[in-house]
């Protein structure tokens, strides 16, 4: 085995880097994802180390002391922070020449010719779903023998081999749990809506779901739901036990689709609710109150949701699959049984206007999830709504994120400018949470925990300050 270092680059200060999804950006309070897309691949390493500098603050002279001593470098990158990870993988091999250094993330995999033509100081791209590609390449096998890889040859022209196979037998696949627990401060990793300290992590990769704006499914993941039986996942959790105790205040379920097959997730749940534990996941809309009550009963605390847009034509035309009604009455059932939900909403998608806007807000408002979070449309490549962007003359500019990492629009439309998606982020936000209804909930959890006390309190101070940059940036911009 080659010395192996998977690394995710220093960045832009609050960049949460991990949720890929729809934005990659500083958030609106300190918000950090586990780095699974690395630490699943690590997991196949034997020896190897995974470094996620953003969550644990370290630069790039932090990352050069501690690559000088590896063969291989395997970097997660993303759209917006591409430039930003090609200077530190500059700054890599400046120190060691010899070094190899190569990208994963869905931006490599998609425009992997563009990116090594670009970037000539990298040796390869690991396309597809490439946790098999990494454990070949620190097993020193020839690059021209390692499927779902792009790399330049010895003579500097770039070849790419044959494309990997999707993996399938997902229960063969190891937890990352040791590898978290050998590389990373788990007390680092905040959400804002997850108890402190958490843990996330995927039993699955895959999402049938056709969604125009959602990255993984349409570049990595694909649109089958491969994902490991609930007696895996059940042995996982317990593993997780044996590592944190009773440390750990909630698991977080990544996976996109969760919860659509109900006798798995229930079977899931049967387990967690054996081993005492409290979680979290990922949900559609549409899940009826027989399944959820089962669920709650069973250790569940929150879901994230995403309801995108408050208007049926708009979800429609980024093929949601979700009615408006059928998430009003899901939303009526989890207040009932306790069910606290975070939504996610996003501004700036095909069909978009003004009088759409203000539905999304008054729909927000009317549900009143527990906490929300607005992003930006985001046209990726490799999605059906960044090819729209260009045949429709969408684009406003490329860049999704300005350079302190605050979320721009990348798109404008005949009757709405960059300039006004980017302000209804902010109007949004003011509107949902200066209510009686959003800000007495979060008063009263912050009475009932010490903790939640003085983390609201830092996440507030956080909030109005990115709300008075992004005002200021809305304002830079107009004028």
Known sequence: MKKTLFLSPPSFDGFDGGAGARYQAKREITSFWYPTWLAQPAAL???????????HYQTVEDVLKI??????????????????????????????????????GAHAAVLPTQTLEENPILDFVCRNEFDYTCKELAEGKPYDQIKGLSYRDRHGKIQHTEERELIHDWDSMPSV???????????????????????????GRGCPAKCTFCLWPQTIGGHQYRAKTPEAVGKEMALAKSLWGDSIREYFFDDDTFTIDKKRVIAISEHLKKLNLTWSCNARANLDYDTLKILKDNGLRLLLVGFESGNQTVLDGVKKGIKLEVARKFMENCTKLGIKVHGAFIIGLPNETKKTIEDTIRFACEVSPHTIQVSIASPYPGTELYQQALDNGWFANKNLVASSGIQMSALQYP??????IEDAVEQMYRRFYFRRRAIIPIVQEMLGDPQMLVRRLREGKE?????????????????
């Open 177 to 203: 749990f040791p590898v978290y627990a050998d590389n990373l401060n788990i007390r680092n990793y905040f959400i804002g809506y997850l108890l402190h300290p958490y843990i996330s992590l995927y039993t």
């Open 463 to 479: 909030f109005m300050a990115y709300l008075k940059e992004r005002h200021n940036r809305t304002l830079v911009g107009a004028s």
């Open 415 to 420: 009757n709405l400018s960059a300039a006004e």
């Open 45 to 55: 390493v034997p020896g190897s180390k995974l470094v996620d500098a953003p969550a």
């Open 67 to 104: 690559a000088k001593d590896y063969e291989l470098v395997i970097m997660y990158t993303s759209t917006p922070t591409l430039p930003n990870d090609v200077k530190c993988a500059e700054a890599i091999k400046a120190q060691n020449p010899d070094i190899q250094v190569g990208l994963l």
